[in-house]
């Protein structure tokens, strides 16, 4: 059972910028979910294992953008211009092999314990 890695959270003003990184293998296709207090736990961006394929939740399109090290087996989720809608638990997730589009949780076998990311007005 691979246990994922996460790095970066914390507080942050809105249409500020803040990354976050994950550790995973770089065989994996990986995903970033956050989870709103009380609210279910979505897809908010997600890269395939070589790191040509790309996939966004239209609200975080142009904002964010996920990329991927290789040699460093790191994934990076950069957040630009945020706003208090982005503001929750950050988990990245982990797969071998393809997902479907857009992914749900279920795509995913491992996971990260979260990491929290706070957007003040």
């Known amino acids: 059972q691979e246990q994922l890695a996460e790095f970066g959270g914390g507080l942050v003003q809105a249409g500020g910028s803040l990354r976050l990184s994950c550790a995973a293998s770089?065989?994996?296709?990986v995903a970033w979910f956050r989870q709103a207090p009380g609210k279910e736990r979505l897809f908010v961006a997600g890269?395939?294992?070589?790191?040509?394929?790309?996939l966004y939740e239209d609200s975080v399109k142009g904002r964010f953008t996920i990329s991927k090290d290789n040699n460093k087996d790191m994934v990076y989720l950069q957040m630009d211009n945020v706003n208090t809608e982005d503001t929750g638990t950050y988990y990245c997730?982990?797969?071998?092999?393809?997902?479907?589009?857009?992914?749900?949780?279920?795509?995913?076998?491992?996971w990260g314990q979260g990491i929290q990311v706070t957007v003040s007005s």
């Open positions: 997730a982990a797969h071998q092999g393809p997902v479907r589009e857009p992914p749900t949780t279920q795509d995913f076998d491992f």
């Open positions: 770089s065989t994996y296709t």
């Open positions: 890269i395939s294992w070589s790191g040509t394929g790309t």
